[in-house]
């Protein structure tokens, strides 16, 4: 069964830096893109990134770019997003999610509540 | 980038009524390859999304044969043949043809 657990979310002060972890199991994470989308509470949905299968692609939404960086450990089936200068409107819920194969992405994590404010 | 705009917003059905969503990109959505990269998620209140439909018109394995999707180009449709209590929530359709990937603004339907 494909798993995607996230975490590192919380309450972390504008200019505050967040390093966000997906944990992955029930599939061979070298194998797939994955990506990052969040969520305003109560909003829709925003991609933030993308990354290839060995890391060395990665896509940002212009609002990010710059400041948030993705990154993958395939050996520890892990995704991380490393959150820098952080603004009250990157306030969301993180997912992570598992690309599958076609422009899209198939698996979700549950999300992890980032909350920028003073 | 690929605006997405759904319409309705909010729609309410009764129970075994069909119901029906659109989208529409400010671009075509055809990629280079010759696919059209359009997907839609259904989100339930305090779940995560789940991929009902990609590439216009492949239903995901175990979702109800009663969702269908359509279109081309720029003009996409969601169509569920009869809506049932378990399908409240809020649907999004996605564009992966153009960077960043975008979803619309959501659509919420309830049960009348």
């Known amino acids: 069964e494909v798993q995607l657990v996230e975490s590192g979310g919380g309450l972390v002060q504008p200019g505050g830096s967040l390093r966000l972890s997906c944990a992955a199991s029930?599939?061979?994470?070298?194998?797939?893109?994955m990506s990052w989308v969040r969520q305003v509470p109560g909003k829709g949905l925003e991609w933030v990134a993308n990354?290839?299968?060995?890391?060395?692609?990665?896509y940002y939404v212009d609002s990010v770019e710059g400041r948030f960086t993705i990154s993958r450990d395939n050996a520890k089936n892990t995704l991380f997003l490393q959150m820098n200068s952080l603004r009250a409107e990157d306030t969301a819920l993180y997912y992570c999610?598992?690309?599958?194969?076609?422009?899209?992405?198939?698996?979700w994590g549950q999300g992890a509540l980032v909350v920028v404010s003073s | 980038d690929g605006v997405m705009t759904q319409s309705p917003l909010s729609l309410t059905v009764t129970l075994g009524q069909p119901a029906s969503i659109s989208c529409r990109s400010s671009?075509?959505?055809?990629?280079?390859?010759?696919?059209?990269?359009l997907a839609w998620f259904q989100q339930r209140p305090g779940q995560s999304p789940r991929r009902l439909i990609h590439?216009?018109?492949n239903r995901d394995s175990g979702v109800p044969d009663r969702f269908s999707g359509s279109g081309s180009g720029t003009d996409f449709t969601l169509k569920i043949s009869r809506v049932e209590a378990e399908d409240v929530g809020i649907y999004y359709c996605?564009?992966?043809?153009?960077?960043?990937?975008?979803f619309g603004q959501g659509t919420k339907l309830e049960i009348k």
């Open positions: 996605m564009q992966g043809t153009h960077w960043p990937y975008s």
């Open positions: 990354i290839g299968r060995n890391g060395g692609d990665q």
């Open positions: 590439k216009i018109s």
């Open positions: 671009q075509s959505l055809v990629y280079s390859d010759g696919n059209t990269y």
């Open positions: 999610a598992r690309d599958s194969g076609d422009r899209c992405v198939d698996y």
């Open positions: 029930g599939f061979t994470l070298n194998r797939y893109w």
